[in-house]
């Protein structure tokens, strides 16, 4: 997918009990934030930051999503725990990661596995990809997409 390029409709279960689908948000920018696994140290981080901006992102009438293959029970209970504002998605079938191309080989503890590459995508008002960041760096990323949605 290029940046302006419109962003083909999808629809994911959510936290809840609720649906996902791209389109019932145009209208509002909207950041769409990729993460490897629920309750993980690097995930929480990013997850809190979001959280922390989570008011800051509202104003600007903009609304925040993390996705992972991760189950709707494993997001509820980490939402819950972390007390996020903001909904996760839950993409087991990978619709979503192949769309945004995000499923990567990693090395993890010597060995090779498939996994979610950490990585955020801002949409327009009107459904167009703005921006987009890979193998994002958790440390002040959460503040940059904030920055950007802000240019908008």
């Known amino acids: 997918?290029?940046?302006?390029e419109l962003v083909p409709d999808f629809e994911l279960p959510a936290t809840g009990s609720q649906r996902f689908r791209l389109t019932a948000l145009h209208g509002a920018p909207l950041v769409l934030y990729f993460y490897p696994k629920d309750a993980t140290p690097g995930c929480t981080d990013e997850g809190l930051q979001f959280k922390a901006l989570y008011k800051q992102?509202?104003?600007?009438?903009?609304?925040?999503?993390?996705?992972?293959?991760?189950?709707?029970?494993?997001?509820?209970?980490?939402?819950?725990?972390?007390?996020?504002?903001?909904?996760?998605?839950?993409?087991?079938?990978?619709?979503?990661?192949?769309?945004?191309?995000?499923?990567?080989?990693?090395?993890?503890?010597?060995k090779q596995v498939r996994g979610i590459e950490r990585s955020t995508f801002v949409i327009d008002t009107v459904g167009r990809l703005r921006r987009e960041w890979r193998g994002v760096s958790v440390p002040g990323h959460a503040q940059e997409v904030l920055d950007f949605v802000k240019s908008l």
């Open 57 to 110: 992102f509202c104003h600007l009438k903009c609304t925040i999503l993390g996705i992972s293959r991760d189950s709707i029970a494993s997001h509820e209970r980490f939402k819950g725990k972390m007390e996020f504002p903001f909904e996760l998605l839950s993409d087991e079938e990978e619709k979503a990661c192949t769309l945004f191309g995000v499923m990567k080989q990693k090395n993890m503890y010597g």
């Open 1 to 4: 997918m290029q940046l302006m």
